[in-house]
């Protein structure tokens, strides 16, 4: 059932509109402006039914700050105000809302713009989850990982929980494909994503097509040697997938690990990590290959062959 998320401090209207649309949508309300900045950015809402005349910060200045959020800026919100100018109009879409509902309103008024845009919503996600999929291998893309892993990263800062990020590189897959060919070569990239996919089905659990041979994964949660280890285990799996590989670089396909753990606190530095993650993969395919490198607590280096 989609989610719609109301935003009014009258509860009296609050609560007409949720008995308007709570017998086909789950509904939540919040009261002020802050509440609903908050309750935005930590569930998954469809729709977001927005009153622009409220103390404090209104309608338009939270309008705003949804849309400057990666997290919230893809939800449809519709104003609804007795402020039915043409100026304040202009103004609503302007800052990016979908529709304008002037008061008083028609219960049947509502629901028919309120499914018109849940039905928009859905068909955009479904061309979003499309674009985001990488087509070999069905896991996300890069893309993908590009706005999930900012949403994650801030979500963590918030919480105060580890953050860990992960990228996996096919050894010597040139040779691989030079060897038996590029059609071989996407069933070792399938393979590899189906391995990674089992392995990493918890929840907080994220892997993705990174481009070429290349994968990244992130985990919320965990300390770092437990991560670590988890990555271990991923190497072993894939080693023992028994691939054939080209007689020149070995028996069998494996793959370099590198990884990071780390407490996030500004918000903005998730691309430093996934750079020192890359830096680990080099330092793992530099050493020999078919290992893992991490860079663990207070930022030293543990390698798979130092405990092993």
Known sequence: MDKILIVDDSAIQATRLK???EEDYEITIAQTA???????SSQDFSLILLDVVMPGMDGFMLLKRLQEEIITRSIPVILITSLSDIQNEQRGFTLGAVDYIAKPFHPVIVQARV???????????QVEHQSM?????GIANRRRHDLYSVTKWKEAARLKIPFTIC????????????????PAGDKVINAVAKTLSKFMRRTTDFVARYGGEEFVAI?????????????KQIRKGIEELKIPHAPSVGEWVTVSIGGVTVLPVDSSQYGTYLNIADTML?????YGRNQVVWCGDEMKQWRQTDDE
């Open 115 to 125: 499914n018109t845009h849940i039905k928009l919503y859905r068909y955009r996600k």
């Open 34 to 40: 802050e509440d609903g900045l908050s309750f935005a």
């Open 167 to 182: 990228m996996f590189d096919i050894d010597h897959f040139k040779a691989y494909n030079d060897t038996f060919g590029h």
């Open 282 to 286: 080099y330092d793992a395919k530099r």
């Open 219 to 231: 985990i919320m949660g965990g300390d770092a040697r437990i991560n670590y280890e988890y990555m």
């Open 133 to 137: 999929t990488d087509q070999l291998t």
């Open 19 to 21: 008995s308007i649309l």
